[in-house]
C-alpha cells in the first residue's frame, strides 16, 4: 500500500472501535443498575475503571510497540479492549465488571499509542497535524458518538449484554481487517516492526524536557474539558432552571464540536500558524470561554460549550503531535511512548481538576469554580512557551549536544 490516504482511511475505521467499545456501556447505566443492583457511586465507578487502565497502560504500551513493533502493539490492543467488552458482557457482578473495564481501558491506550505512531509514520514529513487530527479527533468523536447516542438504541432493542457484544463483535472485525490489511508505509517498515526499546530508546523520550513540558502545558486544559463535559449540563439544570433533555444538548454540543476543530486544528498548524502557536492560540480561547460559563444564559452556554469543544479538540490534535515532529531528537519507534508520556501527564488533570472543581463549588459557589477551570487552562497552557520549536536551531543544538 503506497497511498499514504487511503492507509489514513483504514486507520481512521479502526480507531472507531476504540471510542465506541469505550463510551457503549454508558447507555447500559439503568440496566446495570437494576441487574446488579448498583448505585450511583458505583456507576461512576465504572467510568473510572476505564480511565484507570486507560491512563496506566500509555507508557507501558508505548514501550510494547518499540519492543515488538507497532503492528503487534495495535492489533494487541484491539484484542484487549474486544476481550474486555465480552467481559463485560458476561459479568454477572459487580467486581467482575470494574476488571472488565479496566482491561478495556489497558486495550485502549495500547491501541491509541500504536495508531498515532502508525499515523506518524505515513505523514512524518507533511500534514501530520491534519492527519492526526482526522484520527484523534474526527474518529475518536464519531466513535463516541455511536457508542452513547447508536447503542442506546441497540441497548433497548437487544439488551445491554447484547448491545456489548455487539460492539466487541466489531472489535473482533476490526482485528481481523487490520489483521489482514495492515497500512504498512514504504521505507519505514524496519522501523515500525519493534527491537528499538532500549536504554537510549528510554533516554530520547524520557531525559526530552520538551515532552514533559508539554504534558505540563495540557494539564489544566484537558481537565477543564472533561470537567465541562461531565459537569456542565448539571450546572444548567441547577442555575439556570433547564430540562434535562436541554441541558443534555450541551454535552452534545461540546462533544461534537471537536469535529470542526480538528479540521481547523490541522488546517491550522500545517498551513497558517503552525504547531505551537496554534495550540497556545486554542487553549487561550478555551480558558476566555470557561471563565464566562458563569454569566451566560442558556443560549449563551450552547455557545461555550462549542468553543470549549472545538477548541480544547483543535489544540489536542496538535499537541499529540508535536513528538512525531521532533525528527532531531525523537525517532519513529519512539514516538508511541513519547506521546504515552504525555497522555499520561495530562490524565493528573483528568482526574485531579474535576475533583477540585467539586470541593470549590461546594465551598465557595460554581462561579469561582468556573474560574478556577479557566485559571488552572490558561496558566499550564503557558508552560508551552518554554518548549523549542520542532526543527528549530535550539532543538538540533540539543540534539547534537546528545550524539556527543
Not at 18 to 39: C, I, K, R, Y
Not at 152 to 167: E, N, P
Not at 247 to 271: C, E, H, N, R
Request: glycine share 12%; proline share 4%; hydrophobic share 55%.
Amino acid at each position: 500500500m503506497n497511498n499514504r490516504w487511503l492507509a489514513l482511511s483504514i486507520i481512521f475505521v479502526s480507531f472507531l472501535q476504540f471510542t465506541l467499545n469505550w463510551f457503549n456501556v454508558v447507555p447500559t447505566f439503568g440496566h446495570l443498575a437494576t441487574d446488579l443492583h448498583l448505585e450511583l457511586p458505583q456507576i461512576g465507578m465504572i467510568v473510572g475503571a476505564f480511565i484507570a487502565g486507560y491512563g496506566l497502560a500509555h507508557i507501558p504500551g508505548g514501550m510494547l510497540a518499540e519492543a515488538k513493533g507497532v503492528r503487534f502493539a495495535m492489533l494487541f490492543g484491539i484484542a484487549v479492549e474486544t476481550a474486555g467488552t465480552v467481559l463485560s458482557a458476561q459479568a454477572h457482578s459487580y467486581p467482575v465488571l470494574l476488571i472488565a473495564r479496566f482491561v478495556c481501558g489497558v486495550g485502549g491506550s495500547v491501541y491509541i499509542g500504536s495508531a498515532i505512531g502508525l499515523t506518524t509514520a505515513w505523514f512524518r514529513e507533511h500534514e501530520l497535524v491534519t492527519a492526526n487530527g482526522l484520527i484523534t479527533g474526527v474518529a475518536f468523536t464519531v466513535g463516541a458518538a455511536l457508542g452513547l447516542f447508536a447503542w442506546a438504541g441497540v441497548v433497548a432493542s437487544f439488551g445491554w449484554r447484547q448491545a456489548l457484544l455487539a460492539g466487541a463483535g466489531i472489535g473482533l472485525a476490526t482485528f481481523l481487517g487490520m489483521l489482514a490489511v495492515f497500512p504498512t508505509p514504504p521505507g519505514h517498515k524496519q522501523a515500525i516492526q519493534g527491537n528499538h526499546l532500549d536504554r537510549a530508546a528510554l533516554a530520547r523520550v524520557f531525559g526530552n524536557r520538551d515532552l514533559w513540558i508539554l504534558g505540563l502545558g495540557f494539564l489544566g486544559g484537558y481537565g477543564s474539558y472533561f470537567t465541562a463535559a461531565e459537569l456542565l449540563p448539571t450546572y444548567a439544570q441547577a442555575h439556570l432552571g433547564l430540562s434535562p433533555q436541554q441541558a443534555g444538548t450541551l454535552g452534545v454540543t461540546l462533544l461534537v464540536s471537536g469535529i470542526p476543530g480538528s479540521f481547523i486544528g490541522g488546517w491550522l498548524a500545517d498551513k497558517v500558524l503552525g504547531v505551537l502557536p496554534t495550540i497556545l492560540l486554542a487553549w487561550f480561547v478555551e480558558s476566555a470561554a470557561l471563565c464566562a460559563v458563569p454569566y451566560l444564559d442558556a443560549t449563551g452556554l450552547q455557545v461555550a460549550a462549542t468553543i470549549i469543544g472545538s477548541m480544547a479538540i483543535l489544540g489536542f490534535v496538535a499537541w499529540i503531535a508535536v513528538p512525531g515532529l521532533y525528527r532531531d531528537t525523537i525517532q519513529l519507534p519512539d514516538v508511541p511512548t513519547a506521546c504515552g508520556l504525555m497522555l499520561t501527564i495530562v490524565g493528573i488533570g483528568g482526574v485531579a481538576v474535576p475533583a477540585l472543581f467539586g470541593r470549590i463549588a461546594t465551598t465557595f459557589g460554581y462561579p469561582a469554580a468556573w474560574s478556577f477551570t479557566a485559571a488552572i487552562s490558561f496558566a499550564t497552557a503557558l508552560c508551552c512557551l518554554l518548549v523549542h520549536r520542532p526543527g528549530s536551531k535550539a532543538s538540533q543544538t540539543r540534539t547534537l549536544k546528545t550524539v556527543a
